[in-house]
């Protein structure tokens, strides 16, 4: 009996023991299925980027040396940042971890990283005051990183400013023109020194050399805007309407910047905060509006053909930039947006009333598309 009733309780404290055991394994288990970040970071993981025009634009503004750019635990980060920005605020994306902010960089790449990881300028200043056995200071990352942006701050600024002045309809004629072409000018600066801050500069002075770097830049948008302004600040034709894409461009950057680093200011506040806070917000609709004007001026272009000032190798130059701003994954979604509502309205007038433009239209077509 005595042998019986120790098996019994022995039987019991084991059947506890296990019950307990799966109620904390299921507790644990919903407890994961129940945790709302882990199923959005399942989700932003799952996103189709690629298929995003906004996720090419926003990972071609992103300045990072060209060995992290490479990394995919640096470009899944800022796929968690995008995805917080434009689809899920929710989401909380961590700092990067200490092993992808302290690797070995040049000086000029340690200085184009971007403002948006914090990660990066905290463990260089941790560095700093954990290594006691240096005499001499290790150069501070954050100070370069902020010349740069102050630099494109200023540039970008001061070209707003003189393209407000070229287009303003009370400016004397000698003025505005002057202003056209320094907003042109100062457009190019900016795009140049982006380049430059993001691909460096060829490695050899050599053809192959040469040409592997202009592969990797020409299909960036700041390769396309220095082309643009090239191709208007050597012309003698003066379109105030090309100024748009240079004010869209000029007016996003200086937003940005502002907004990043005096959104404790109380003049930015009270008078700059909800302008920035526009811009930010419709990036898209200002993309949209440069890639509709830079359509318009190749048709203008080809108008002005017909006039004493008229430029057939510019005309050229700028249909083989807008066939470049079609391919371009930065740029292809908003200009294949813009021709195929511009092919809506044509095609049937075109069939209606004059189907002889058929087969130069589709000659047009196969080389646009080749």
């Known amino acids: 009996m005595r042998i019986g009733r120790r098996k019994e309780r022995r039987d019991g404290r084991a059947a506890i023991v296990e019950r307990e055991s799966r109620e904390r394994e299921r507790e644990r288990v919903m407890g994961e299925e129940e945790d709302p970040q882990k199923l959005k970071r399942i989700a932003a993981a799952a996103y189709d980027y690629e298929n995003d025009p906004r996720w090419a634009e926003y990972w071609s503004n992103i300045l990072i040396p060209p060995h992290m750019a490479s990394r995919s635990d640096v470009v899944d980060h800022f796929k968690r940042k995008f995805y917080q920005r434009y689809i899920d605020p929710d989401l909380v994306v961590e700092a990067m971890s200490s092993s992808s902010s302290s690797q070995p960089a040049r000086p000029s790449a340690s200085s184009s990283s971007t403002p948006n990881d914090q990660a990066r300028p905290c463990n260089s200043g941790s560095t700093t005051r954990t290594s006691g056995t240096s005499t001499t200071p290790a150069p501070n990352p954050t100070s370069l990183r902020w010349d740069r942006q102050t630099v494109q701050f200023s540039v970008n600024a001061w070209v707003f400013v003189v393209a407000v002045l070229a287009i303003f309809p009370f400016v004397p004629r000698n ?11 100062g457009t190019a600066c900016s795009s140049l020194y982006s380049l430059y801050s993001q691909h460096g500069k060829p490695r050899a002075w050599n053809l192959q050399a040469v040409q592997v770097w202009f592969q990797s830049v020409i299909a960036t948008k700041d390769f396309m805007y220095f082309i643009y302004c090239l191709t208007f600040v050597t012309s003698q034709l003066c379109l105030k309407f090309a100024l748009i894409p240079i004010l869209c461009r000029a007016l ?4 940005k910047f502002l907004r990043r680093n005096f959104n404790r200011s109380s003049l930015y506040r009270k008078y700059l905060e909800e302008a920035c806070v526009w811009v930010e917000s419709n990036t898209t609709t200002l993309s949209i509006l440069s890639s509709q004007a ?3 001026l190749g048709f203008l272009l080809i108008i002005s053909l017909i006039s004493w000032q008229r430029n057939i190798i510019q005309t050229f130059m700028y249909w083989q930039l807008l066939k470049l701003m079609y391919q371009a994954p930065v740029t292809a979604g908003y200009h294949q947006s813009a021709w195929a509502k511009i092919g809506r309205t044509v095609y049937p007038l075109v069939h209606r009333y004059a ?8 000659v047009v077509q196969r080389w646009w598309l080749r």
């Open 355 to 362: 189907p002889f433009l058929n087969t130069p239209i589709s």
């Open 175 to 185: 003025l505005s023109n002057r202003a056209y072409r320094l907003s042109f000018m």
């Open 252 to 255: 996003e950057h200086v937003a």
């Open 294 to 296: 830079e359509i318009g």
